[in-house]
DNA sequence: TTGAAAGCGCTAACAT
DNA sequence: ATGTTAGCGCTTTCAA
């Protein structure tokens, strides 16, 4: 099995009758090169099969085209159209996100972020506005522009795009009395593990305490990720320890839906019965039967303001600034 | 504002009294070293807030830790598991996943390989079995271990973990004849963009023939991604243009969800008036009501197997060998 | 167990 | 519009 070594720029600017620096200057599309001269190159190279080395460009120019990206889950449609967003707006200029996630882990943050470092990236996009001390003090370190997302920082390390969560939930609180329910649960994770569902279930206690209602209907579904599973199972116990709850408001769309799939298994009214609320504005809580009351979380925007920050910061437009959105609380047919 | 340069590895070892190779061979773990010196040495780096140079480390050694992987959608969770399976089975050896996405678009994916591979990874994960000539060539000049996924490649290039994506259609549809259905219908995305949702349609098409069935009640929902709102549209031209069809085969779980809840909207008894069944075992098809019949398309797995593949290859341990997967074909309430 | 020298493949800086 | 020189921060190679 013969195997050539691969071609250098150096070998296609010999075959071209050019100098190195010449190439170079044809694949980054300088301006200051004859369109014949790049075309000429770039034919060679593509004859020979020639692949531009990003890794020596990035070390010689310094710095890279990436930026670095964490999220709590990979499956989970509200990060991912974040990072649809953030990735849609970056890849008009060509840069690539360098995508780790967490597991809802402020331990497993604090490591990603230290080898999402090591390899240089322009900018870090961070899902959450809570960190360990050393995650923390890695990315002021870094020199680079921080942007936390999903969250609106007690403590700030640089940028923000986000929405507070615990507001978010308070809003609901407020709808659903409004709406009259009073004997209103809330179905979420464990505390402490995933901070965003955290922060909605204080605003959940904040908000009733406010209303003067008892803010005891915790169900508590189990470590994150709560998706569909947990959030049948949460409904089960809360039907069992609190049957005359009116209106429960769940940490997310999945579990909400998990919850309607279990009063639809034991014949239970939604809404009639019971209201449901989620939390994202999901795919499925359109579509599904009855349609679920949530919270767009404008995920996808999140994503698209992070970008624009990131480019923004890039070519050092100032002032740039953090983005505070107003999450949209959408009706529908889960509650009246 | 001032800031000072951050430290390189000389200052490092200028600091800790020792060479820079000490200090490198203390970040790789080369078993060479005195552990009192490695302590010594990562004890400096870690207070001068020292990053690890990947750049410089993949150049000079002419290896990187990434593996790039295309998917066509990032939203989508049947391909999350496979990253989540892959990432996890190559973290255990410090490699980074390099991800793209290619909203089912062959041309994009032809543009993301040439931009994957620029930065030298040292194998490439793809989601599909058919690509662009100049795609093809690509993979196969880069060198580097081509791993296809999801499918059964007609024309391997090089390795592939899959399952055959008309094969398994074929045995829902032998299924459904066998459950006494006649009148089948498919409901997928338009041809020629979702290459393994053309796979299944012409599995569904083949089957049908074969039981001497017509295979005319096809219909497209437009181009992918198909998901749950297109497979409620597609369900209403079903019911409207052929109201007598007895079963339907969806091309995903998700556009079969979208179909039942339409049903439910119109009252229609599922599986009582009409079975449905999806593809791909997403978390909904098994909690929904009724749960949905469908296929195991063992998406983690396929992660896991790919990754066992690449350490293998890249550990030089031959042979290492392509993975054919039977998927599972799950019997829930949607069909008889 | 440690160190010195050389160089990976590009591009910044400067020159023409 | 194009070329020359030097060097980005590591690790390979060889030596001690």
């Not at 809330?186 to 209303?211: N, P, Q, V, Y």
Request: charged share 25%; hydrophobic share 40%; with cysteine.
């Amino acid at each position: 099995m013969t195997s050539r070594k691969p071609p250098v720029m150096a070998d296609i600017a010999r075959i071209a009758g050019v100098s190195s620096m010449t190439v170079s200057r044809a694949f980054r599309r300088d301006s200051r090169i004859s369109p014949e001269t790049r075309d000429a190159i770039l034919k060679v190279a593509e004859e020979m099969g020639y692949v531009f080395d990003a890794t020596a460009s990035n070390l010689r120019s310094q710095k890279t085209d990436f930026v670095a990206v964490t999220i709590p889950s990979l499956n989970n449609a509200n990060f991912a159209d974040t990072v649809e967003g953030l990735s849609r707006t970056l890849a008009e200029r060509g840069m690539q996100i360098l995508l780790g996630h967490t597991n809802y882990d402020m331990q497993a943050e604090e490591q990603l972020i230290g080898q999402l470092l090591r390899r240089k990236p322009q900018a870090i996009v961070l899902t959450g506005g809570k960190h360990t001390e050393r995650g923390r003090r890695l990315l002021v370190n870094s020199g680079i522009p921080v942007i936390e997302t999903w969250d609106v920082p007690a403590d700030p390390i640089g940028y923000h795009v986000g929405f507070s969560n615990a507001g978010a939930v308070q809003r609901m609180v407020d709808h659903f009395v409004e709406a009259g329910y009073r004997r209103i649960a809330f179905i979420g994770g464990d505390a402490s593990r995933d901070t965003r569902g955290e922060d909605r279930r204080l605003g959940f206690i904040r908000a009733m305490e406010h209303h003067g209602l008892a803010s005891s209907r915790l169900i508590a579904a189990g470590p994150p990720p709560i998706s569909m599973r947990e959030g049948a199972s949460a409904m089960i116990k809360l039907l069992e320890t609190r049957p005359d709850t009116e209106a429960v408001i769940c940490v997310s769309d999945l579990s909400a839906f998990g919850a309607l799939t279990e009063c639809q298994r034991r014949g239970i009214a939604v809404p009639e019965q019971i209201a449901i609320a989620g939390f994202g504005n999901y795919e499925i809580a359109g579509i599904c039967v009855p349609s679920l009351t949530t919270i767009d979380a404008r995920a996808r925007e999140i994503g698209e303001h992070a970008g624009a920050l990131v480019l923004d910061l890039l070519d050092g437009k100032r002032p740039a600034a953090s983005v505070t959105l107003e999450p949209r609380l959408l009706r529908r047919a889960s509650s009246r």
